[in-house]
């Protein structure tokens, strides 16, 4: 029972009897952030397998829209996950505020700050009045001296880690009866299935 949650939460890729690769959609996230970040390409470099150059190059082009995006699309999983449902029609902005105040920690000003940004981005590509930032702790941050509200870029895989660990630790702490509830609604909704190709 326990194997979909860890799968799910900590480490995916098991080959089915079918033959395909299943994924967990929030470690996809999980792994699509890193390389967004510039994470994956940083690894690389440190095995020599990419030299500075090139490096300095593949930073320089990072997508922040698809980074930012994919934290978004993490937000509502996670939401998704600990109600065992999609949100019904009026429901997302609840679902979405509530996983960023329980699983990511904002408080309910940053939350609708962040809902704001999270809405430019989908619906109108652009973050209008609202910004980017690269420094500090916090994933949305209040710049008094503008008056609005700023992403952090820096902090929002760090907040992505904390939210995964907080939502996996309030599982596995339930009743095993609870539990295989959540095991039934993962195994349903919350993994990708992917061919592998041999050559």
């Known amino acids: 029972m326990n194997d979909y949650i860890e799968e799910f939460f900590i480490s995916d890729g098991v080959l089915t009897k ?3 690769n299943r994924k967990s959609v ?3 996230a999980f792994r699509d952030m890193q390389f967004c970040n ?3 390409f940083n690894s690389l470099r440190s095995k020599e397998k990419i030299d500075d150059k090139l ?3 593949l930073t320089l082009h990072l997508p922040i829209f698809s980074y930012l995006l994919t934290y978004f699309a993490a937000i509502d999983c996670l939401s998704r996950v600990w109600h065992m449902r999609s949100p019904k029609q009026g429901e997302t902005q609840k679902f979405f505020k509530e996983s960023a105040e329980t699983w990511f920690g904002m408080n309910k000003r940053q939350s609708n700050a962040l809902w704001r940004v999270r809405n430019g981005l989908s619906h109108h590509y652009n973050l209008r009045k609202d910004g980017i930032n690269s420094t500090g702790s916090s994933p949305i941050l209040y710049r008094k001296e503008r008056r609005n509200w700023v992403v952090n870029i820096t902090a929002v895989f760090g907040s992505l880690r904390l939210a995964k660990k907080k939502l996996y630790e309030a599982i596995k702490k339930l009743p095993k009866t609870k539990q295989a509830e ?3 609604y993962i195994k349903k909704h919350c993994f990708i299935y992917t061919q592998i190709i041999v050559d």
């Open 18 to 20: 079918i033959g395909t």
């Open 26 to 28: 929030l470690l996809v």
């Open 38 to 40: 510039g994470i994956f």
């Open 55 to 57: 490096f300095e190059h």
């Open 182 to 184: 959540f095991v039934k």
